[in-house]
């Protein structure tokens, strides 16, 4: 568990969204290509099948428009169900080619590769959020959770909460605004040298007075 949690948390996500995009990119157009390859013959039935039905509506529609004049209301409304029926169960009817074992061994692996590249993204982003929640020390399990069940919406609200807080400019901690850092201890706020107004740790210039604000922390590496 810990080898996991560590690989998460030093992920190229970049680098890793780029792969996977384009792994998907060609995993699905080929499969979609080769599937409807397959089903060549089917498709050029249902084509067919459909110009000949929308037709045969279109005149049976005037038919009926015809026909209705005569009958009631009560047999009007048998009739349109009959219609209903005939539609949705024309692909079983036996009118079309029964696809080989070939063509179904095919559309069921394409179909798991599809259901296996959605499951990939819903976990690349649950590993994003975990790993983004750490490296805010925000609360890890409870957003890598909102991912789990809300995936985008959680990372906008991820972006979002995080963006209301206050960065610490030396560990990178996202906090509620106070004086010293809940992570590391470096004053979160700097009174300025030329004004004496407490300005925010990050804050390279007082907003002010525009005095320049000196960071022991990062000055004494540079
Ligand atoms: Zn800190
Ligand atoms: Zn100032």
Redesign the pocket.
Known sequence: MNKMQSKILNMDFQKAAKRFVLLSLIIVVLGGILTGFMFRTQIGEVIAYHQTYENSRENGMQKDIEENARYDGENREDRGREHDYEESNFLESGLFTKPTVGAHIVFFTYAALCALIALVYWLLVMAWLYQAASKAAMNRTLWTILGLFFNLAAVIAFLIVRSLQTICPSCCAYQKAGAFCRACGVPLQIK??????L?EGKDNY??????RIPHDNTDKTK
């Open positions: 300025c040298a030329g004004c004496g107004v300005v007082c907003s002010h007075c525009g005095n």
